[in-house]
T-cell receptor, first 108, second 114 residues
Framework: GQNIDQPTEMTATEGAIVQINCTYQ??????LFWYQQHAGEAPTFLSY????GLEEKGRFSSFLSRSKGYSYLLLKELQMKDSASYLC?????????FGTGTRLQVFP | KAGVTQTPRYLIKTRGQQVTLSCSPI?????VSWYQQTPGQGLQFLFE???????NKGNFPGRFSGRQFSNSRSEMNVSTLELGDSALYLC?????????????FGAGSRLTVL
């Protein structure tokens, strides 16, 4: 079966660091994606993890622990434009399953 | 290169009608997936097509159907529309739809059922 849990909403201030957690139970796990979706727009790809550990890409990093069924997205030096929903999406054996997303609001 | 194109962007229908949505994938992408997005449920997987064959299907009733053409363009159809079908329908393409292949999403078709 598939089960994904991430916080519904988070707030942070400009310049700060925020960590968005995601726990999942996915049969036939085959990697995990993070997507960003601004209001009224399409989701866009942020990161992909298939092995345990941290993947860093500029201000954004993503971590995966396969044994714990846990991932997080770390956003550093927050900017106002980072206000968006962040979607955790583990891949099962045959499709990508999305969580309901975490809506992040960045305040000045 | 051109992104994923979905048409129409917005449409309004009444209960009982049917609707067809279109998706043109990125050139060279052979996999097309469809998702329904609603505020309460997030993105729900509808189906995936690869080389004109439905490869996977989500838990939606038979009123939801799709197809893919030889040029990889895809359509989805919803018959006998219900109020609960009001949603943003997103199409995403990728080279093969598996493993590390990144899904690239279109802007979506927003359907309102009255």
């Amino acid at each position: 079966g598939q089960n994904i849990d991430q916080p519904t909403e988070m707030t942070a201030t400009e310049g700060a660091i925020v960590q968005i957690n995601c726990t999942y139970q996915t049969s036939g796990f085959n990697g995990l994606f993070w997507y960003q979706q601004h209001a009224g727009e399409a989701p866009t790809f942020l990161s992909y993890n298939v092995l345990d550990g941290l993947e860093e890409k500029g201000r954004f990093s993503s971590f995966l622990s396969r044994s714990k069924g846990y991932s997080y997205l770390l956003l550093k030096e927050l900017q106002m434009k980072d206000s968006a929903s962040y979607l955790c999406a583990p891949r099962g054996p045959d499709k990508l399953i999305f969580g309901t997303g975490t809506r992040l609001q960045v305040f000045p | 290169k051109a992104g994923v194109t979905q048409t129409p962007r917005y449409l309004i229908k009444t209960r009982g009608q049917q609707v067809t949505l279109s998706c043109s994938p990125i050139s060279g992408h052979r996999s097309v997936s469809w998702y329904q997005q609603t505020p309460g449920q997030g993105l729900q997987f509808l189906f995936e097509y690869f080389s004109e064959t439905q490869r996977n299907k989500g838990n939606f009733p038979g009123r939801f159907s799709g197809r893919q053409f030889s040029n990889s363009r895809s359509e989805m159809n919803v018959s006998t529309l219900e109020l609960g079908d009001s949603a943003l329908y997103l199409c995403a393409s990728s080279r093969s739809g598996s493993g590390a292949n990144v899904l690239t999403f279109g802007a979506g078709s927003r359907l309102t059922v009255l």
